[in-house]
């Protein structure tokens, strides 16, 4: 084994002149003139799972961008580990705000900056570099490996998701291993075990049936942006709780265990208030800032327009005013039912001097993973040997809709081996990857394997 | 009189053509592009004034728009009276609605169709019709006139209210005489006596530095939307009451005379909801719709955004949320204490996790007019004569800021004598005006013009 390990760090210039090719493609599947760009990301792809060694590489076509897949199946009798990661990336607006064209990749100060330096190419191509270094030094990997590479990550998966409905077979493992999460901090080894979900709404409210002349009208018609404004500050009570009724009646209580475990992270609430960019925090009553973010659901307007918006003044009363509202569940909601309460309440809320209409935009479900399956443990073992210090088990307050299908359609356990850190600037401009936890990930990654194996 | 009556009636024709020429040029004063058109309407403005027997016509040049003045002094010992009128108009979008061309003036039904015919040309127009009658049959006017027509209306009329303030003696006159209001009804001789003011604000939120993902810091950070979502509801009480300390403070009240007169003007909610496009009213507790709109004031939000608005979900926490909020004013309140008020308000509900920026837009004043001076005693019986049917007094619940100027600076009685209706889609698209108002409108007038001389 040691000797796998001193060859990926000898490779390490290599690696990272093999990841500045995947970087400079700029496959943003959003964007359909990037079309060509994604199709030339996934064969790279494929070519790199090909000279890793994996003994069988297939492009799968699907009605959007193309999933790459790859196995290696010679080691029967040992567990299989399917490896998912994706190859697109977010649209670099804005542009200007950057400090290097994000598709021409630069090393500076230990970093790699480009778009999907971090999210999610470099995360993803740690995994390709370990199995390689298997086969380069063994021949062969100590277990069974799948990969699944997708292209739709930023725009919901979609395709993923009936592909895994109908590739059960195919896709069969026993555990599926992601990185595509962020570590606690620098240098800290870290297996998310837990993810909030989603359930993601669209309220627009009507009332004249044309903008109005607030002079001749004001104070005799119900005004669409006052009534959102009142139904939006009605969502919440005083002590920032949701009052949507039943919200919370499925909420995982937070155990003991795992308040103790929050404790002992050592998060430092001035660090989280500058990154974020504000002066003081601010909640749920009763719940500290890591509860608030791990453990609690939340109900954030994410949008909101109505009237007249350029600058100066125009004396209107708006015949529409729409706002976008994103709730971040929990353990146990079920976002379909979120989404059924929420539009009720709304709609009982909605006085009758409106119209108002509820959509559903997206949801994901929230995501509890079991520290105690034999992948997560080989996992946090592997972490902690790459890294030389005691593993940490978090949560993240955001969602990767995929991973619930991988659970519930597999019916594995997902081990989440995130690589990156919420510093990074993913979806923003300047986006890096340090290229100490790039070499840590692939020397985590291949001691995973081996310790999975036994 | 009877002869100018009859030559009034006997040159319809001739003055819808006339006024067609005003209503070709695209006068539109907010637009640099028809600056020129502007300066044309001006001098053809000048030339009507000259042709219907003005002694002296003048254009002054202001920093922005041309003022067109003009004046007949002929009659000593006689009243003067000033008559205000603009010849500016509003911009035309959405073009698209318009069935035709909007400075292609059209007859049809027995209106003129394009913009400016209610707003404010046709019914400027009139004044100077009904002196050039009096011109033709008499050779002289029963009392000294003077015009003052500006450019600047629709974009606030402030080079007009710096030339009152240097040009007292020039304007000097016994009342101010203006068609630019609205009547109660089709053929429903109306004098306006009331007008609110207006105090037009802007709030501007800022929560955290730049926009937050909101799986990372959602439920941690105060969210700028949904704050500005419960300042804006706690503006109103549940009563439709505003809730800015000492509000109310100055609000007149309304007279037992008054709110009788409002019972007899038999106002009917279910056209006005109609016109306004709405299913139900909805307003103040405790007072009826006509109150509401003109002797209470309001406080209504005219345009709001913030965060994501586009098609789709975008898991953002906004870095700023701004709203545009006008309130409609009236007698004796004071704009310039109720942004005081509101400024110091809205500071103090802000929590501490958002910087609040409060801006103060426009103002105007409220207006109420003697109903019992001379000059509006004579345009009452003038407009009684030509229609035939009894006054009606009303308020307005818009504002015409220039008004104030005029009393206040002038120190004489201001006339509301409007021939518009409110349904002629003044700032909408095929915007019109009646021409049987227009023709009332011309013999109203020069009623007005003898009775007043007496």
């Known amino acids: 084994m040691q000797e796998i390990l001193d060859y990926i760090k000898k490779n390490e210039e290599a690696y990272i002149e093999e990841l ?10 959003t964007l359909p003139e990037n079309k060509d760009d994604v199709n030339r990301c996934a064969n790279l792809v494929a070519n790199k799972l090909r000279n890793a060694g994996m003994s069988r590489v297939e492009i799968f076509q699907t009605e959007g961008h193309p999933l790459v897949y790859g196995e290696w199946l010679g080691a029967p009798g040992k567990p299989t580990v399917l490896i998912y990661g994706h190859y ?4 670099v607006d804005p542009i200007e705000l950057w400090d290097n064209p994000p598709f021409e990749p630069v090393v500076k100060d230990g970093n790699i900056f480009a778009r999907g330096a971090t999210d999610d190419k470099g995360q993803m191509f740690m995994h390709i570099k370990s199995v390689e270094a ?11 490996v799948k990969f699944i590479i997708e292209g739709e990550e930023e725009i919901g998966s979609e395709n993923l998701e009936s592909f895994i409905n109908m590739n059960t077979e195919l896709l069969k493992c026993d555990a599926v291993l992601i990185s595509d999460t962020a570590l606690f901090g620098p240098g800290i080894p870290t297996i998310t075990y837990g993810l909030r979900g989603i359930s993601y709404m669209e309220v627009e409210l009507t009332g004249p049936r044309r903008d109005l002349h607030s002079g001749t009208f004001g104070g005799a018609v119900g005004n669409p942006i006052n009534l959102l404004a009142d139904i939006i500050a009605g969502l919440h009570d005083k002590n920032g709780r949701i009052t949507i009724p039943h919200f919370y009646d499925d909420v995982l209580k937070t155990t003991l265990k795992e308040k103790d475990n929050f404790k002992r992270l050592k998060f430092s609430e001035r660090r989280f208030a500058s990154e974020a960019g504000v002066k003081i925090l601010q909640g749920e009553k ?10 609690r659901p939340t109900l954030d307007c994410n949008g909101i327009i109505g009237g007249f918006t350029s600058k100066g003044a125009k004396t209107v009363i708006a015949s529409k005013a729409t706002v976008k509202i994103s709730m971040r569940l929990v353990p146990n909601q079920d976002p379909k039912k979120i989404s059924r309460l929420f539009t009720k309440h709304i709609k009982d809320m909605a006085p009758r001097s409106v119209i108002v209409e509820v959509r559903d935009l997206h949801r994901a479900y929230p995501v509890l993973t079991p520290l105690d399956s034999p992948a997560t443990i080989a996992a946090s073992k592997a972490m902690e ?3 030389g210090k005691r593993i ?8 990767v809709p995929i991973v619930t299908s991988f659970s519930s359609k ?3 356990p997902v081990v989440l081996m995130g690589l990156g850190l919420d510093s990074e600037n993913l979806h923003s401009p300047n986006e890096h990857f340090s290229l100490k936890h790039f070499q840590l990930g692939i020397l985590s990654s291949a001691l995973f394997f081996k310790k999975y194996s036994k």
Chains 1, 2 share one sequence.
């Open 385 to 387: 040997e790459a890294f």
């Open 392 to 399: 940490v088990y978090v949560r993240d307050g955001g969602s």
């Open 134 to 144: 298997f086969f380069k030094i063994d021949g062969s990997l100590p277990l069974n």
């Open 88 to 91: 697109d990336v977010q649209p």
């Open 286 to 295: 009763g719940y500290s800032t890591l509860e608030r973010l791990w453990t």
């Open 410 to 412: 597999l019916k594995v």
């Open 20 to 29: 500045k090719e995947l970087l400079r493609i700029p496959s943003i599947s």
